[in-house]
């Protein structure tokens, strides 16, 4: 069965024959740099004990420290962290970062765990990886099922070994070391994408009607500041179910009401939606938030949308993708489209390293202006080349990875 790390690399390959990349080259830019797999046993509230097993697998280090998530999820497996870790090292080259790339991740369900074996679990992670991480090395930050607290954890248990390190990881609290606007950057930076690309298009966000997969991290700020921008968002689905109101969601009210609900489902006013219907819905943009290969050749045929943005990362399969071009939509990959938190994640460790804290207004203009001038860039690659715009950001960021290696030397 081919793995997600197979489909990484046909997206990859698209671009290395458009840079006509040797095999050699190919080789040397996906060969991961070091792949760490640890046992991380924890003694559980009843007494037990479980053995989890914990990755990081660091994929690039030609452009910098390697940067990227750690994920908490069930389904992490090494195929997994591996694809997304080099997903981290175009991402990082397409907004032009001086890091390389990489992932973390634990198979577990943080929802079935106390915070008190959450926070064992984070601490046993940090005693078995230290010496291979740091602020010069690689630095871990938020992902799936992990949040500011288990960077605060993180970072506390790093600093037993190192002393003060509050660059050692990303995503802390703003109380701890943290930057403004790190929580809600990755969901900003999406719009911001978004409204790039109707611009582009001459076509007013106001009004656009989206359908979004997703109400976490991601898709909660991305939903709040579509509604924001004037945009609708008439179709929303979280773990739970999913709503429709065609006139659009009142995303703080949803927001109170998952909360309190523990989701979306039934929120009042609103019509249940399946996640078939929310991808073959009638909208003008379409947002998968959540988790990857979710645009599949199952439902890449049925999906009406004109465009789609890529919160997630990997949501979408080489197979879809290539029905979806087909078709004629317009797809911003995820390693443009969501690469707003890694951004602010960078100026958070700027801003420790220097010891200086900036106030939000500057962060959110910081970001505003590597977003736009990647999504340019991008943008006239694709034009000038001809390719869609998820080859053209590969072509950006391999392109990168690629000269920093040969002007490196091995
Ligand atoms: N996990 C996020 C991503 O996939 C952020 C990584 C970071 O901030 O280092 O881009």
Redesign the pocket.
């Known amino acids: 069965m081919a793995t997600s790390f197979d489909h990484a690399r046909r997206f990859f390959d698209q671009a290395a024959d458009v840079l006509d990349l040797s095999q050699n080259m190919r080789t040397l830019l996906l060969t991961p740099q070091r792949e760490i797999k640890v046992q991380v046993a924890v003694e559980r509230d009843n007494g037990e004990l479980s053995t989890l097993i914990g990755y990081r697998i660091q994929h690039d280090k030609s452009r910098g420290p390697m ?5 908490f999820h069930p389904e992490v497996d090494e195929a997994e962290v591996l694809t ?1 870790a080099s ?2 090292t175009w ?1 990082t080259a397409v907004v032009n970062l001086p ?1 390389g790339g990489a ?1 973390g991740g634990i198979a577990v369900d943080p929802r079935t765990l106390s915070v008190g074996e959450l926070e064992r679990i984070t601490r046993k992670f940090v005693d078995e990886i230290h010496d291979m991480v740091g602020p010069d090395k690689d ?6 099922g992990t949040n500011a607290q288990v960077m605060a954890w993180f970072a506390n248990q790093y600093e037993k070994f190192y002393g003060f390190q509050p660059a050692c990881v ?2 802390k609290p703003v109380d701890l070391h943290g930057s403004e606007g ?1 929580e809600e950057a ?1 969901g900003r930076g999406v719009v911001t994408i978004a409204e790039a690309l109707f611009k582009k298009l001459n076509r007013p966000l106001v009004g656009a009607r989206v359908a979004l997969q997703g109400f976490g991290n991601v898709g909660s700020f991305a939903a709040e500041y579509l509604m924001e921008k004037g945009a609708r968002v008439v179709g929303l689905t979280d773990m739970t179910g999913g709503v429709w109101n065609p006139e659009g969601l009142d995303v703080r009210k949803l927001l109170e009401h998952a909360k309190s609900a523990g989701g979306v489902k039934g929120f009042p006013g609103t019509d249940p939606l399946s996640n078939e219907q929310l991808f073959g819905a009638d909208v003008d943009l379409l947002i998968p938030a959540a988790l990857g290969g979710v645009i599949n050749a199952a439902n890449a045929t049925s999906i009406r949308a004109p465009y789609i943005v890529e919160a997630a ?1 990997n949501p979408t399969t080489p197979e879809a993708d290539e029905i979806l071009h087909k078709k004629g939509v317009i797809v911003v990959p995820d390693i443009l489209a ?2 707003g ?6 100026f958070e460790w700027v801003q420790n390293r220097q010891h200086f804290k900036w106030d939000l207004e500057r962060v959110r203009t910081e970001l505003n202006k590597v977003m736009h001038e990647s999504f340019e860039r991008v943008w006239k690659i694709a034009e000038e080349k001809k390719i869609p715009l998820r080859t053209a950001a590969y072509v950006l960021g391999i392109g990168r990875v690629g000269r920093a290696t040969v002007l490196g030397g091995v």
């Open positions: 940067k990227g998530g750690l994920r997304l997903l981290m991402k890091y992932k630095i871990p930050a938020p992902d799936m990303t995503g790190r990755t990362n969501n690469a938190g890694v951004t602010v994640s960078y």
